[in-house]
């Protein structure tokens, strides 16, 4: 069984920075996809930020320029680094991988106070 450990949400103000961590644990074939999704109250769980195993990103054009992806492949753990951090943020933030399978993370909470 896949299990996801997601840590490192929290409250911020707006400006600040947090990071995210991802480690994947068990049975599973090499992750080809991770990403970061979030969903606020109320609205659609969103795709924040994604990286392959070769390392090809992709972002949300909301996070551009302001959130890093990034994956440790021999750790099966991956990172998504926030700076510049604006209330809109606020979320519940989800892991996600995809291997022969795919499988998210629990949620963290990101609040970003103005």
């Known amino acids: 069984q896949v299990q996801l450990v997601e840590s490192g949400g929290g409250l911020v103000q707006a400006g600040g920075s947090l990071r995210l961590s991802c480690a994947a644990s068990g049975s599973m074939r090499s992750i080809n996809f991770m990403a970061w999704y979030r969903q606020a109250p109320g609205k659609q769980r969103e795709l924040v930020a994604g990286?392959?195993?070769?390392?090809?990103?992709t972002y949300a054009d909301s996070v551009k320029g302001r959130f890093t992806i990034s994956r440790e492949n021999a750790k099966n753990t991956g990172y998504l680094q926030m700076n510049s951090l604006k209330p809109e943020d606020t979320a519940v933030y989800y892991c996600?991988?995809?291997?022969?399978?795919?499988?998210w993370g629990q949620g963290t909470q990101v609040t970003v106070s103005s």
């Open positions: 990286i392959t195993s070769a390392g090809s990103t």
């Open positions: 996600y991988i995809r291997s022969s399978m795919s499988y």
